[in-house]
């Protein structure tokens, strides 16, 4: 078997090293991909796309995407680095004040209609972020599994908050 793995390898690398050669294969067909768009206009995304045997980092500009490839991979799970208030206030924290003020807007009795009505579509994004932390004080994460032949698609949109503040909105679709 390890022989097997040691020929599709060398086959692969022969067929990406060797310019103007085509032996009817190469590392697209034992590569998966995942396309990760910042569909934002607005902030940087800082993400990594973890594989079962690796794991890809790249900044993605507001507007842009980045693709990691893997070979052979099963599943993938995206994070990205969710923004603090500042140096001092995690983004869990941020999220978790955001939470608790939304969620006061939504009961309060001097609020008007559309405000209740914005605060409770806002409050559904920032406990989705705080279910994809898992734990984590700064990462928000998504996971997928890789179908060959197939890009697997990742948003990333960084909304802001009504409060100043803001959150990544993760999609692995």
Known sequence: MLSMKLLLAASVMTGVLVAGCDLGFGLAEFSDKVTVSNIGSTADAF???KFDH?????????????TAIALAATKYTVNVVGRGDSDWISYKDTLLRLREQLQELTLSSKASPDQVANA???LTLVLSALEQMNGSAVLQSCSGAL???VTSQ????????ADG???WVLDCG
């Open 47 to 49: 993400v990594s796309v």
């Open 54 to 66: 690796g794991q890809v980092s790249m900044g993605i500009e507001a507007g842009k995407s980045g």
């Open 120 to 122: 409770a579509t806002e």
């Open 147 to 149: 179908v060959s032949g």
């Open 154 to 161: 990742v948003t990333v949109n960084w909304i802001k908050a």
């Open 165 to 167: 503040t803001g959150l």
